[in-house]
C-alpha cells in the first residue's frame, strides 16, 4: 500500500510560488485552448491529458491533427518527442528503488515523469528517507497530473477569451521554466555547457533545417557537452 503521511507530502511538496506547477499549469490552459479549436470535445480534451500528460507531446499531436497526419505519423511523432523523458527516468530511478516497496509502484510512477515532477523530487529528495520516496513521488505525480488536467480544462472552457498570443506565452512558459532551473543549477560543466551550446546551436541549425533544429542544436550541443565532461574527469 501507499504510505498516506509521505504521499500527502509529496501531494502538498507542489505548493509555492516558484514551483514548477504553476509554469506546468499555465502550459495546460493554452493546450485546452488548441484542443478546442482542434475540435476536440472536452471529454476527449481530457482524456488526452490523462494519458499524455507531456506537454510537447500534447502539442505535437494536436499539430499533427490540424496538417491532416496519419495516426501512425502522429504516433511516431509524439512517441519520438517524449523520449526525452528516458534521462529523466534513468536519472530518477535509482533515487527512488528500495527493496522493500513492491514493483507495481515502479510501473505506476513511470507515468509521472515530467519535467515539473522531476524537477520537485529531484530538490526534495534528500529529505526523504529511500524506503518512502516512491510514496513521496507518487504524490508529487498526482498533484501535477491534476494541474495538468484541471488546467486542460480551464483552458478548454476559457479558449474564446485567450487571443494566439496569450496562447504562444502560455505554452512556452514551461520550457522557459525548465531552462532557467537549468541555468540555476549550472554546477558542472556538462550542464553549462550543454545549455550554453544549445542555446548557440539551435538558431544556427534553423538555417540548415527549421523543422529539426532543435532536435540536431540539442543532440550536438548535448554529445560535445558529454564528451568534453568525460575528458575533464579523466
Not at 22 to 50: C, D, H, M, R
Not at 119 to 142: A, C, H, P, Q, V
Request: glycine letters at 8%; one cysteine or more.
Amino acid at each position: 500500500m501507499i504510505n498516506p503521511k509521505y504521499f500527502i507530502k509529496g501531494f502538498l511538496a507542489i505548493r509555492g510560488v516558484g514551483s514548477p506547477a504553476i509554469a506546468l499549469g499555465a502550459s495546460f490552459l493554452a493546450i485546452g485552448a488548441l484542443l478546442k479549436n482542434v475540435g476536440f470535445t472536452i471529454q476527449e480534451s481530457i482524456f488526452s491529458t490523462f494519458l499524455t500528460y507531456a506537454l510537447p507531446g500534447s502539442l505535437v499531436m494536436a499539430e499533427s491533427m490540424l496538417i491532416g497526419a496519419s495516426l501512425i505519423n502522429i504516433f511516431i511523432a509524439v512517441w519520438l518527442v517524449n523520449a526525452r523523458l528516458y534521462p529523466m527516468t534513468v536519472s530518477l530511478m535509482p533515487l527512488l528503488i528500495h527493496e522493500s516497496q513492491p514493483r507495481w509502484k515502479y510501473y505506476l510512477s513511470c507515468h509521472f515523469i515530467a519535467v515539473s515532477s522531476w524537477l520537485i523530487m529531484k530538490d526534495n529528495y534528500e529529505s526523504i528517507e529511500k524506503e518512502n520516496r516512491i510514496d513521496f513521488w507518487i504524490g508529487i505525480g498526482t498533484a501535477t497530473w491534476l494541474v495538468a488536467i484541471v488546467s486542460t480544462i480551464i483552458g478548454y472552457i476559457a479558449s474564446e477569451h485567450l487571443n494566439k498570443d496569450i496562447l504562444l506565452g502560455l505554452a512556452i512558459v514551461n520550457p522557459i521554466y525548465f531552462i532557467c532551473m537549468m541555468v540555476g543549477a549550472m554546477k558542472t560543466l556538462q550542464i553549462s555547457l550543454s545549455v550554453i551550446l544549445g542555446t548557440i546551436l539551435g538558431p544556427v541549425f534553423y538555417f540548415i533545417s527549421s523543422e529539426w533544429s532543435i532536435l540536431f542544436g540539442g543532440f550536438v550541443a548535448g554529445t560535445i557537452a558529454f564528451l568534453v565532461g568525460e575528458l575533464n574527469d579523466r
